[in-house]
T-cell receptor, first 115, second 115 residues
């Protein structure tokens, strides 16, 4: 079946530190991969996405590369800010026969950035 | 100009009651979704509708009944509420039914607490 596994949180970093949040997936076929972010008390927002192998998604200084050989989509940022504190969700979109696309989420990784 | 809105934001009720959560999107999207986020932040899809037609129904108890009066609205009615229904419920919408590159836009969530 289709599934997503993320590194467990919480992750606590100092401002300007380098961030990596690991994400690996299991999927049949060729899914698209996403990172969503949930700020405290809010809904999810799309952070970035990649639709095929070797694609790199990027937004707001965050990057992730779709690695088919390692079935991974790790999220990175060179220098985090306090405002990046949030829960980050890795997800894949699986195309299900007769159901269209369906987002399958990882368990979320909470990031806390201290000044 | 909220793109996806939900009401109410908070809902506290007793076991056995029936309650509804409303969702509206003003993006002109064709597809709408309901997700449940449990206390550990795990997100799982419950339903999706495309142009008022049910597309995805994920083994959700039949106490949960989605209703789509038009393609801009997808309401969630829950009968005979149980303690385990306590969660945050998110509505989302996307342009298409399931092209795997479609971005889903999420509402702010409804925190349901069953006492």
């Amino acid at each position: 079946g289709n599934s997503v596994t993320q590194m467990e949180g919480p992750v606590t970093l100092s401002e300007e530190a380098f961030l990596t949040i690991n994400c690996t997936y299991t999927a049949t076929g060729y899914p698209s991969l996403f990172w969503y972010v949930q700020y405290p008390g809010e809904g999810l927002q799309l952070l970035l996405k990649a639709t095929k192998a070797d694609d790199k998604g990027s937004n707001k200084g965050f990057e992730a590369t779709y690695r088919k050989e390692t079935t991974s989509f790790h999220l990175e940022k060179g220098s985090v800010q306090v405002s990046d504190s949030a829960v980050y969700f890795c997800a894949l979109s699986a195309l299900i026969y007769n159901q269209g696309g369906k987002l399958i989420f990882g368990q979320g990784t909470e990031l806390s950035v201290k000044p | 100009d909220t793109a996806v809105s939900q009401t109410p934001k908070y809902l506290v009720t007793q076991m056995g009651n029936d309650k509804s959560i409303k969702c509206e999107q003003n993006l002109g999207h064709d597809t709408m979704y309901w997700y449940k986020q449990d206390s550990k932040k795990f997100l799982k899809i419950m339903f999706s509708y495309n142009n008022k037609e049910l597309i995805i129904n994920e083994t959700v108890p039949n106490r949960f009944s989605p209703k789509s009066p038009d393609k801009a609205h997808l309401n969630l009615h829950i009968n005979s509420l149980e303690l385990g229904d306590s969660a945050v419920y998110f509505c989302a919408s996307s342009q298409g039914q399931g092209p795997i590159t479609d971005t889903q836009y999420f509402g702010p969530g409804t925190r349901l607490t069953v006492l």
